[in-house]
């Protein structure tokens, strides 16, 4: 049993951190092997080996990887505000989650929720990576996750990019 410097267990580290988020796990493949979730699902050790996860992309500002060890993790320090850059992480985004691709690694992107930071990037890695208009990357995306909601400002971002790649929203 692995203890921390306050004398803490994994599993009491993890319920401390779950104290502050959501409790159920809630996760959906967007494309083939993409998932989003929430953080619940991230710390579920038991569901991420079960849908066989390999790469986390962690999109929230002070959330913990807690297993890397058996998973590869790549940390985009993420606020939810409208004044957060998102265009400075494409590169980062793009790298990560095409190298978990290779081999058809199954790749989790999340944030606290699942609904804003995580559902930007998955979004972002559509439209630069995969060739998606915004419009038609929203409208996949929600078929497969309900309550997507990235803030305004992640939505300006995404929606300037489309037109930057595509002359199309």
Same mark, same amino acid.
């Given at each position: 049993?692995?203890?921390?410097?306050?004398?803490?267990?994994?599993?009491?580290? $993890? +319920?401390?951190?779950?104290?502050?988020?959501?409790?159920?796990?809630?996760?959906?493949? &967007?494309?083939?092997?993409?998932? /989003?979730?929430n953080y619940a699902f991230a710390l579920n050790k038991k569901l991420l080996e079960e849908n066989k996860i390999t790469y986390i992309l962690n999109c929230g500002n002070g959330l913990k990887n807690f297993y890397p060890k058996i998973f590869k993790?790549?940390?985009?320090?993420?606020?939810?505000?409208?004044?957060?850059?998102?265009?400075?992480?494409?590169?980062? $985004? +793009?790298?990560?989650?095409?190298?978990?691709?290779?081999?058809?690694?199954?790749?989790? &992107?999340?944030?606290?929720?699942? /609904?804003?930071?995580?559902?930007?990037?998955c979004l972002m890695y559509m439209i630069t990576n995969k060739g998606f208009t915004y419009s038609k990357a929203r409208e996949t995306f929600e078929q497969k996750r309900k309550g997507c909601c990235p803030n305004n400002g992640f939505v300006s971002q995404l929606k300037q990019k489309s037109l930057e790649l595509y002359h199309k929203i």
């Open positions: 049993m692995k203890i921390n410097l306050n004398g803490q267990t994994l599993k009491q580290q $993890i +319920n401390a951190e779950l104290k502050y988020h959501i409790k159920d796990p809630s996760f959906d493949e &967007i494309l083939p092997n993409i998932f /989003v979730g993790y790549k940390q985009i320090p993420l606020y939810d505000s409208k004044t957060q850059n998102l265009i400075q992480y494409i590169n980062d $985004i +793009n790298n990560f989650v095409n190298e978990g691709s290779i081999n058809n690694n199954k790749i989790l &992107i999340h944030c606290g929720e699942g /609904v804003s930071r995580s559902a930007a990037v």
